[in-house]
Nanobody
Framework: QVKLVESGGGLVQPGGSLTLSCSASGTEFSVNAMGWYRQAPGKQRELVALVTHSGTTTYSDLVKGRFTISDDSNKKTVRLQMDSPKAEDTAVYYC???????????????WGQGTQVTVSS
């Protein structure tokens, strides 16, 4: 059983800074990639940022230059540094893991429970 747990959400002022963290735990698994998605009320869930096992990063154009995704050396913890957030960044942020788990080690998707980020003065 694999579990992804996010932390670090909350209220942040426009132009401030906030860091989200996500840790994956459970039985033996390997990480292919981990990413952050978000969903605002009335909108579809969208990709924010992704980091692969090799360190390649991908960002939404909406956050490029303001948000930074990073992972630990074990690849099982991923962070999202949110700098200069805007009101339109307000959403529930979800961590997603693209993991290979036993017994077949086929690639599977796992989601965290989500953490609310509200950007407001």
């Amino acid at each position: 059983q694999v579990k992804l747990v996010e932390s670090g959400g909350g209220l942040v002022q426009p132009g401030g800074s906030l860091t989200l963290s996500c840790s994956a735990s459970g039985t033996e698994f390997s990480v292919n990639a981990m990413g952050w998605y978000r969903q605002a009320p009335g909108k579809q869930r969208e990709l924010v940022a992704l980091v692969t096992h090799s360190g390649t990063t991908t960002y939404s154009d909406l956050v490029k230059g303001r948000f930074t995704i990073s992972d630990d050396s074990n690849k099982k913890t991923v962070r999202l540094q949110m700098d200069s957030p805007k009101a339109e960044d307000t959403a529930v942020y979800y961590c997603k893991g693209y993991l290979r788990v036993p017994p077949t080690f086929t690639l599977q998707d796992f989601w965290g429970q989500g953490t609310q980020v509200t950007v407001s003065s």
